[in-house]
Structure formats: structure tokens, C-alpha cells
């Protein structure tokens, strides 16, 4: 991977240090850019990155496979938006998010040494999720029924926190969204409650038995033991950006109840109505986003060697 990892950072420094020359900003202060100056922090990492590929030392590596996966926190966001015709923020940025996540992926993959088989061990089952670990993945799927349920509630027709369906449409109108998402609200589904719900099969798959074999309609893959990295690249790109996020937010939302910041009232008809789906939005998104990185941990070492005893972690 040593190879592959400097072309990297070579690749990804160069992007930054254009973008920082050129004044186009890859980090955005929500739908706002960001100072075209804090492009060198992009230049930084990768040479970091390209310091710790050279040593071949874990800590390092680990450290920069860290900057770089703060560096694409955003990317699960410019995906969504992007499937459902929203359009990104800045074309650059997303494009800087992409490169973090690869960059992400190739350190992680250096830094991680596989301990060695056993001369006689045989390939055996994974071992199954502890409950504790179980326990997580079903808090976290639980935090997202009062936010599908406040979706689906508006895409029903109904009015929650001051907010009906036709504002809701005229929201998502303004922001461009797509017709498909157009399509789903006038059959009555909301598009990110789908997405919650692909989310909670995601976060089950990693830690119950069915989430690791191919299910039985899978033509030509029946059976077959699902890839590591099938499940894990979105639970790790999920992780990274809704736990950030979810609790940032609930640390604001914290705040505006207590009176210590104002929340802007946004599209809501007032302060009050904003901060009540901000509770339930962030809040959803930042429990779900710590048990989808405890998740991703013990099924990624559930399964990187399968040889070890039985024991859920």
C-alpha cells in the first residue's frame, strides 16, 4: 500500500495547494464557504500523510488516516443531496471530501497489520456481536423512529413543530430538489425516512448473523459470505459524519434550551418549533452515529480473522 498512499498524498496535496492558490475554499461553514486560507490545512494533511506512509509507523498512520477522515466529513451529505438532485454545496469541496474519504481508506489499510494464522486452524463463523454491542445497534435504530415518524407526518399531509406539507414542499422546491423525491412525497413517503430506514438494516446487519452471507434472492451470490468492506465503507462514512454532526448539534440544541445561543427559526414559524426538530433530528443523527462506529468496530473485528475463539465483542 506504500505506493498507492504517496500517490495520494501527492494527488491530494496538489488539489489543495491549487484550490488554496486559486482562492476556492474546500471547507464550508454549512451552506456557506469557508476562508480560501484553511485550503492549506488540506496540504498539511497530506503531507503528514505522506511522512507517516515513508516511517511505516502505525501511530502516525492511524494519526493521518484521523486528519484525513475529518477532512471528508461531509461526504455522506453531498452524497444524499446529490441522489436526490440537490446539488452540493461547492463542486470543489465535494471533490475534497471524495479524496479525504479515499485517502481515509488507504491509511487505514497500511496502518492495519492482520495477525497471522494459525498453521492449523480452519475457517470458521465470525463470532456473533456481544449483547451490549447488540444493545447499541438497537438504541441507535430506535432514535430514528421520532424523526421518521416527524417525516413522514409532514409527507402524510399532516402539520408537526409549525410545519405542513405544502411548506415543507416549498422548502425542498427552493432547494432544488429532484423529481424523484418529488415522486416519493406525492405517494406519501418521505425520501430521508427510506434512508433512515436503510440505515437501521445497515446497522443490524453488522452485528446479527444474517448481515454477514448473501441472502437467498441474491442471484449467483446465495450464500456467500458478504465482502468486509460491503458493509463497512458506508458504516464507516456514515460514522464519520453523523456522529460529528449529531453531536455538535445536540451540544447547540443543548444550548438554545438553556437560553445561552438563539436559534434561528430557519424555515419553522418560530425559535421554539426550530430547536424541537433540531432535538430530533441531531439527536437521532448523533445516537446513530455512535452506534454505528461502536457497530462497525466489532463486526470489523468480528471478521478480520475469523480463525479466532468464539466470543462477541
Not at 484550490?19 to 454549512?30: D, I, N
Not at 439527536?283 to 466470543?311: E, H, I, K
Amino acid at each position: 500500500m506504500r505506493p498507492a498512499g504517496l500517490a495520494w498524498a501527492s494527488v491530494y496535496g496538489g488539489f489543495g495547494l491549487g484550490c488554496a492558490l486559486t482562492g476556492t475554499p474546500l471547507f464550508h461553514r454549512g451552506p456557506r464557504p469557508g476562508p480560501a486560507g484553511a485550503d492549506w490545512a488540506v496540504v498539511a494533511v497530506a503531507g503528514v500523510a505522506a511522512v507517516a506512509v515513508l516511517c511505516r509507523a502505525r501511530v502516525p498512520l492511524w494519526g493521518a488516516c484521523g486528519l484525513s477522515a475529518a477532512c471528508a466529513f461531509g461526504l455522506l451529505m453531498d452524497v444524499i443531496t446529490l441522489v436526490f438532485g440537490e446539488g452540493v454545496d461547492g463542486a470543489a469541496a465535494a471533490v475534497g471530501h471524495a479524496l479525504a474519504a479515499a485517502g481515509a481508506v488507504l491509511l487505514a489499510m497500511s496502518a492495519h497489520r492482520p495477525r497471522p494464522a494459525g498453521p492449523t486452524a480452519a475457517d470458521g463463523p465470525p463470532a456473533p456481536a456481544s449483547r451490549r454491542v447488540r444493545a447499541v445497534a438497537w438504541a441507535g435504530a430506535l432514535a430514528f423512529v421520532p424523526y421518521a415518524a416527524m417525516k413522514m407526518v409532514w409527507a402524510a399531509g399532516g402539520t408537526f413543530a409549525g410545519m405542513d406539507r405544502t411548506r415543507m414542499l416549498a422548502v425542498s422546491r427552493r432547494n432544488g430538489a429532484s423529481g424523484l423525491w418529488f415522486t416519493l412525497e406525492s405517494w406519501g413517503v418521505d425520501a430521508t425516512a427510506l434512508l433512515a430506514a436503510l440505515g437501521i438494516f445497515l446497522v443490524f446487519g453488522l452485528v446479527y448473523p444474517w448481515g454477514l452471507r448473501f441472502p437467498r434472492w441474491a442471484l449467483g451470490l446465495r450464500g456467500r459470505r458478504v465482502p468486509r468492506w460491503l458493509p463497512l465503507t458506508p458504516a464507516l462514512l456514515g460514522a464519520a459524519t453523523l456522529a460529528p454532526y449529531g453531536i455538535a448539534g445536540v451540544g447547540y440544541a443543548a444550548l438554545g434550551t438553556a437560553g445561552v445561543v438563539t436559534v434561528p427559526r430557519g424555515d419553522f414559524p418560530t425559535s421554539a418549533d426550530a430547536l424541537l426538530v433540531s432535538w430530533i433530528g441531531l439527536g437521532a443523527f448523533g445516537l446513530y452515529g455512535v452506534a454505528l462506529t461502536v457497530t462497525a468496530r466489532s463486526y470489523w473485528l468480528r471478521t478480520r480473522d475469523v480463525r479466532r475463539r468464539p466470543g462477541g465483542r
